[in-house]
């Protein structure tokens, strides 16, 4: 099964209010199981104007926070050291889709093209489809800590999520696998669910490194 792992980190909890400040996500081959360095890799911020979000979620992520005001102001020059440095690419949240969407095309979840018109764009000598309207969208299996009833409300909230990608239905949630039935009043958070699978390290609350740990603890079962 391929799978993408997904992770984001926000400035709350209220997804009709607050917003995503980051998006993690890494594309799992279960036949492979490659290191961490060759496996695709999907790492950005999602850069806002202004911030509404709970003293906690703004503190936990200010870093995020710190890197986002550094490339909003900064010339050429900083927003280049900034991607070359901190690993995140930098986009609007009217793009950010966008380029998930292209990740995701370029990495196993594509589809074939016909060629003509304007419905092909070639990029780095690769084709892909032009993003519009009409735009057929990619469907992928997820892999994520809560993804479902969490992580999903915010990015349905982003401008073209609903258009371009496509989750399906039964989502891979670590959280079942590592349950105690006898002992657990609900099921395991991240960390415990690391600690249950003997996974080394703490929870970061960085949504790559997140959505790694999925990973490690999925490789578990197979």
Known sequence: MIYCSIDIETSGLDSGNHKVLSIGAI????????????????NAIVLQNEIVGSPKALTMNKDIINHMGLYLEGDENTRYHLKLTTGYEFHEQDNVVKAFFMFLFENGFGYSLVEGGNTVQIIRGKTFPVIGSHTKPITINVAGKNFGTFDKLFLEQLPWWKKLIRTRQRVIDPSILFCNWSEDESLPSLTECKKRANVEGIVTHNALEDAWDVIKILRKFY
């Not at 199981?33 to 695709?40: D, G, I, N, Q, T």
Request: hydrophobic content about 30%.
């Open 27 to 42: 594309i799992e081959d279960t036949t492979k199981k490659l290191p961490f360095e060759e496996l695709p890799k999907f």
